[in-house]
């Protein structure tokens, strides 16, 4: 509970201290205009039938006070919703930003375990409002306590039996709901692969990298069956919890229901006798309902933070993985020329695998040369590339660059060093300059450095057909864009690529989507490229 407010305070705690301010502001001023109800109504009371000529002075002071604080009351309520606004949307980036960031930081080799996607999809779900839930139930609960607290002072003055009547008709509704919030958590977690299958049928029958083949193969009823299959499970077990508790709700509302005819009995006995005025009785009587409401409103509160402080655990279940692969505290300057790569007796499995992907491995790259990585699928070639990335480490052996373990670079500088592009490259929906350079043309020699990798990746035909050439955006996601073809989508990629100033470079299968002119373009290309940089080119037996 505590991350959760310490999380709320980091991101906002201007807005935070107005939030609490504007509630213990709407928790004492209903009370106030409760005390001039009961003096308004004594007042009426006791010049009933007097006429308007004595009307008394301080009737209309008590109007005037009554209406001030209904008006101040909504006006403070205007200020605490705009106010909720922005904490709201603050916290949601900042939450946002923390399990991105959170994302990026951890090893490759998390997305190869299922239990970690189960996380991210918990934390994910709970991360939109969770935080800002526990804040307006910790704020609902001090509210409805500060309020119940004025209410405990009437009810106590006059009768005590009203108040006991009151706290034991709320015990079963808070047992109640402590026991709704486990079992829907329980549920929530138990369910969360299902969840995710879910949404992945959903993502088949959606998702336009799918639409080619969902639709040439007929797959559209067989996915939407699976979909329909698993949301009626789902759905069947949600409804069989919310059955049951609903019983247990219905026998709450019984119980409060006996409270409030016994509190009449309590009240009316001395309003008829003359032991209590209208004005007290009334005051009395509404005490009673707004108490009973305030101590609903705090049970609700407590079972609701117990609840929400289920759920943010996710949140912070997700937040507290580390990652494995991190910079070594003291890192080796990366060498201002690198002049070879060896891959040094490399045992590689990947997680959960009982096979070695590489097993002994050893290979050398020399700058001024080609290396391929040539072999059948399964090889483990892709894996090398990956491996020099540092995505993965290996589990014996090291990989070295002018002799030096890759381990003892920082991280950030060892990838800054190295340039690929993977044969399941990324189509990202950006224009096309931003597609090759990512904000990084900052003078005339970024622009040459951009038309040249443009050139080399055999690149400027597919920008000239392009409607506003480099500031054309790609894809069809967004408004304006313009679809390529895949041989296109690979030569922005490699563009991208050449434009680094990386000296290792890696290609894996960028042969795949050429025709015969490319190819001999791009085998020039090495050419070219090959007298300064180390170039590892991953391809299958026969190309």
């Not at 050429?514 to 391809?539: G, W, Y």
Request: aromatic letters at 12%; one cysteine or more; glycine letters at 4%.
């Amino acid at each position: 509970m505590l991350q959760a407010f310490r999380l709320i305070w980091q991101c906002d705690r201007k807005s935070l201290v107005f939030k609490v301010f504007y509630t213990v502001c709407t928790s004492l001023l209903p009370l106030a205009n409760l005390y001039i109800l009961k003096v308004l109504v004594d007042l009426v009371t006791s010049y009933a039938g007097s006429g308007f000529a004595e009307f008394p002075r301080m009737l209309i002071y008590c109007i005037l006070a009554f209406c001030g604080i209904t008006l101040l009351t909504r006006l403070i309520n205007v200020l605490s919703t705009v106010n909720n606004d922005i904490l709201t949307q603050k916290l949601i980036d900042y939450i946002n930003n923390l399990i991105q960031n959170q994302s990026v930081r951890l090893d490759l080799a998390y997305y190869d375990n299922p239990d970690y996607h189960d996380t991210f999809h918990r934390a994910q779900q709970e991360a939109a409002f969770r935080p800002i839930r526990i804040l307006e139930n910790f704020v609902s609960a001090l509210s409805s306590l500060i309020s119940l607290a004025g209410v405990g002072v009437m009810l106590l003055v006059s009768s005590w039996q009203v108040i006991v009547v009151m706290v034991v008709a709320v015990v079963p509704t808070f047992c109640v709901k402590l026991y709704k919030s486990r079992r829907i958590y329980r549920f929530r977690r138990e369910a969360t692969q299902t969840m995710r299958r879910s949404n992945y049928y959903g993502q088949l029958l959606s998702d336009r990298a799918y639409a080619k083949e969902v639709r040439s193969f007929g797959l559209a009823d067989y996915f939407r069956q699976c979909y329909v299959s698993i949301r009626r499970k789902l759905v069947s077990q949600l409804l069989a919890i919310s059955r049951r508790l609903a019983y247990f709700d219905a026998l709450t509302a019984v119980i409060e229901a006996v409270a409030l005819a016994l509190v009449l009995l309590f009240l009316v006995r001395p309003a008829v006798s003359g032991a209590l005025t209208i004005g007290t009785f009334v005051m009395l009587f509404e005490a009673f309902r707004r108490g009973q409401g305030y101590l609903n409103s705090l049970v609700s509160g407590v079972s609701g933070l117990y609840e929400h402080k289920l759920f943010i655990n996710n949140l912070f279940e997700f937040l507290k993985l580390e990652p494995s692969i991190t910079s070594p505290a003291n890192p080796v300057p990366f060498p201002e020329s690198v002049e070879e790569v060896l891959f040094d007796n490399i045992t590689f499995y990947y997680p959960e695998m009982k096979t070695p992907t590489l097993k002994a491995f050893s290979m050398r790259a020399r700058k001024g040369e080609v290396t391929y990585l040539e072999g059948e699928n399964g090889f483990g070639k892709t894996t090398l590339l990956k491996l020099l990335l540092r995505l993965y480490d290996p589990q014996e052996g090291a990989v070295r660059i002018n002799g030096i373990d890759i381990r003892q670079f920082d991280l950030g500088e060892l990838r800054h060093n190295i340039s690929a592009i993977f044969q399941d490259y990324v189509q990202f929906y950006f224009t096309a300059r931003e597609n090759i350079t990512f904000g990084e043309i900052n003078n005339a020699d970024d622009a040459q450095r951009l038309a040249e990798a443009i050139r080399l990746a055999d690149a400027e035909g597919v920008v000239a057909r392009l409607s506003k050439g480099l500031d054309t955006p790609l894809g069809r996601q967004f408004d304006h864009g313009e679809e390529l073809s895949m041989g296109q989508w690979q030569r922005i990629a490699l563009a991208r690529q050449l434009f680094s100033r990386a000296p290792i470079l890696l290609f894996d299968e960028p042969m795949a989507w050429m025709d015969s002119k490319a190819r001999a373009t791009f085998a020039s290309t090495l050419e070219t490229l090959r007298k300064d940089h180390i170039i590892l080119l991953v391809r299958h037996l026969g190309n």
